[in-house]
């Protein structure tokens, strides 16, 4: 059974860092691309990064680029977000997510974790 | 980066009823077109994929259709455990950008 679980989460102050967990089972972590995706309280979804199978192709959203660092070690079956300079903004849950190409010709999320939840406050 | 727009943000239907939501990229995005359902509290589902596809599981009254930039997700007939929010996303090109959702309601 595919399982991503994500730890991490916390109470942090503006300015402040985190860093997140993944850890995957039940698949070839290194055969699978991975994403971060979040999502504000009462708000819509929000993909931040993506890391390639191997770690060697990374992409950012603009509103984390230059603050957070994503890596994963297929060793550990894991993957990570480092995320510095947090803001207010930043308040949310942080989902790990597995992604699938389909022939080709289609790619989607097909697994999500539980999520971990995210609050930089004062 | 590539918008997409979800319409409507919100409806109200009744059981049995037959619901549409549309997804508008801003570029062709040809068929990388995915929806995926959200209920409270609970971690989003794909529903939908390559704009057509079904994923495994997923009961029949649900269906997609559309290429380049338009695209529509259908429920045949509403079921109660259908109320949840929808949201369309484009993976043609990184970011992988999502709609705004749309919130299924019971009127």
């Known amino acids: 059974e595919v399982q991503l679980v994500e730890s991490g989460g916390d109470l942090v102050q503006p300015g402040g860092s985190l860093r997140l967990s993944c850890a995957a089972s039940?698949?070839?972590?290194?055969?699978?691309?991975m994403h971060w995706v979040r999502q504000a309280p009462g708000k819509g979804l929000e993909w931040v990064s993506y890391?390639?199978?191997?770690?060697?192709?990374?992409r950012y959203a603009d509103s984390v680029k230059g603050r957070f660092t994503v890596s994963r070690v297929n060793a550990k079956n894991s993957q990570y977000l480092q995320m510095n300079s947090l803001r207010a903004e930043d308040t949310a849950i942080y989902y790990c997510?597995?992604?699938?190409?389909?022939?080709?010709?289609?790619?989607?999320?097909?697994?999500w974790g539980q999520g971990t939840p995210v609050t930089v406050s004062s | 980066d590539i918008q997409m727009t979800q319409s409507p943000s919100s409806l109200s239907a009744s059981v049995g009823d037959r619901v549409t939501i549309t997804c508008r990229a801003s570029?062709?995005?040809?068929?990388?077109l995915n929806w995926y359902q959200q209920k409270p509290g609970k971690v989003p589902k794909v529903l939908m994929y390559?704009?057509?596809n079904l994923q495994g599981g997923v009961p029949s009254r649900f269906s997609g259709s559309g290429s380049g930039t338009d695209f529509t997700l259908t429920i045949s007939s509403l079921h109660p455990e259908d109320f949840a929010t929808y949201f369309c996303?484009?993976?043609?090109?990184?970011?992988?950008?999502f709609g705004q959702g749309t919130k299924v309601e019971i009127k």
């Open positions: 997510a597995r992604g699938k190409s389909d022939y080709g010709d289609s790619y989607y999320f097909d697994y």
């Open positions: 039940g698949f070839t972590f290194s055969s699978y691309e």
């Open positions: 890391i390639s199978n191997s770690g060697s192709s990374i």
């Open positions: 570029q062709t995005i040809y068929k990388y």
């Open positions: 390559g704009a057509s």
């Open positions: 996303q484009q993976s043609y090109s990184l970011p992988y950008t």
